[in-house]
Structures are given as structure tokens and as C-alpha cells.
């Protein structure tokens, strides 16, 4: 039974552009979350997806989007790509109201 | 103001003997608590979770006690081992299904 995994590892980006992540969560799961983790700091939340609709937001700016798709899969997205947006990304999932279980975590750098 | 916070940053202990790692929260309403354990490189991987009518559960090597009076919880490893040494974030889970983590606290075994 795979986990929840995530794509790419690693990125690379300048300031401005534009970046998409993709998760696949474990099986069983419907419910998506996705967190930045900045270095040497705790996961902060950005949102959680749910029958395909945003279900809950942290506090981020509208740069970053998302989605889900009828797989349960997700997507993050995040525009005009800023320094500060250099961290890990994770994805959880879980089957609600249960534990999140996370992902192996997308590195992005922006330079 | 919300918070989940952890007394010490950092944590060295000597192979084989017991470890406590310790978590503050401040918001009464949480009602869902877990631990996560993270290793460099990797995602937050699920050790052991607790809902606020427990004070105590069990798990292998592991032990997390909840004391709702001080708003405290803490994480015991028994026997800690040279594997153990990682990150430790404890997460508050509100009901809605969005975790707010801490900073974290490094552990460090001695051989």
C-alpha cells in the first residue's frame, strides 16, 4: 500500500514565476492538506481539499491556489513566486476525521 | 492567542536511556493532539496521537501523557535508540481538521 507522495523532490525557480506541485494521497484517503515548512520551523497550513472544494485556509496569500481532482489527487499552485516562498511543501492526507499522514515533502527554491 | 509550543529546542540523551519531550498548547478548545516525528530530509511521520478525554496512551516505546489542567503533553521514548534521533513536533487538532505545529525539539542520542 503506497503512502502519500508527492512530485517533484526537488525545484528550482526564480522570483515571478510560477510553480506546480501534485500530490497523490494514500489509499483510502480522500482529504487533502498542504503545509510549508519553512527551515528550522514547524509545518504552517495553507489549506485542505475535500469532495474536490477548499475546505479550510491558513493564512496565505491568494498566490497560492489549489486543487483537487476526482481521484483525490491535489495540486498546489503558487504565482509571482517570491524569495520567502523557498521552503518544503507537504502534503497529508487523511480519511476525515482521522490522522494526517504526510508526504515525503516537495523542496522548492527560489532564487 | 493560539499556540502550540515546546519548552526546550533541543534534547541529548544517552543511547538506551528514556527520553521525555515535552509540549505546551494554550488554546482549551483543542481537542486532538499528535506527534510527529521528523528525520532530515523527510516528511513528518505519525508516532502517536491523543484525544482530550485521555491523560495517557501507549504505543511501542512510546508514551504520550496529556494534562489538561497546565495545557501540557508530553512525549516518552523508552530505551531511545541511535534511529531516534530526529525532530519532534507535536500538532493541536481543533475539530477542524487543521493542524497548528510548534517549533520542534531536536533529540540527540549519545552513543
Known amino acids: 500500500d503506497a503512502g502519500v507522495t508527492q512530485s517533484p523532490t526537488h525545484l528550482i525557480k526564480t522570483r515571478g514565476q510560477q510553480v506546480t506541485l501534485r500530490c497523490s494521497p494514500k489509499?483510502?484517503?480522500?482529504?487533502v492538506s498542504w503545509y510549508q515548512q519553512a527551515l528550522g520551523q514547524g509545518p504552517q497550513f495553507i489549506f485542505q481539499?475535500?469532495?474536490?472544494?477548499?475546505?479550510q485556509r491558513g493564512n496565505f496569500p491568494d498566490r497560492f491556489s489549489g486543487h483537487q481532482f476526482p481521484n483525490y489527487s491535489s495540486e498546489l499552485n503558487v504565482n509571482a513566486l517570491l524569495l520567502g516562498d523557498s521552503a518544503l511543501y507537504l502534503c497529508?492526507?487523511?480519511?476525515?476525521?482521522?490522522?494526517?499522514?504526510f508526504g515525503p515533502g516537495t523542496r522548492l527554491t527560489v532564487l | 492567542g493560539e499556540s502550540v509550543g515546546l519548552h526546550l529546542p533541543t534534547l541529548s540523551v544517552q543511547e538506551g536511556d528514556n527520553s521525555i519531550i515535552n509540549c505546551a498548547y494554550s488554546?482549551?478548545?483543542?481537542?486532538?493532539f499528535i506527534w510527529y516525528k521528523q528525520e532530515s530530509g523527510k516528511g513528518p511521520q505519525f508516532i502517536i496521537d491523543?484525544?482530550?478525554?485521555?491523560d495517557k496512551r501507549q504505543g511501542q516505546r512510546v508514551t504520550v501523557l496529556l494534562n489538561k489542567t497546565v495545557k501540557h503533553l508530553s512525549l516518552q521514548i523508552a530505551a531511545t535508540q541511535p534511529g531516534d534521533s530526529a525532530v519532534y513536533f507535536c500538532?493541536?487538532?481543533?475539530?477542524?481538521?487543521?493542524?497548528?505545529f510548534g517549533t520542534g525539539t531536536r533529540l540527540t542520542i549519545i552513543p
Open positions: 489509499s483510502g484517503h480522500d482529504t
Open positions: 481539499y475535500y469532495e474536490e472544494e477548499e475546505r
Open positions: 500538532a493541536e487538532n481543533k475539530g477542524d481538521e487543521k493542524l497548528t
Open positions: 491523543i484525544r482530550s478525554n485521555m
Open positions: 488554546n482549551s478548545a483543542s481537542d486532538y
Open positions: 497529508a492526507s487523511s480519511s476525515e476525521p482521522d490522522t494526517q499522514y
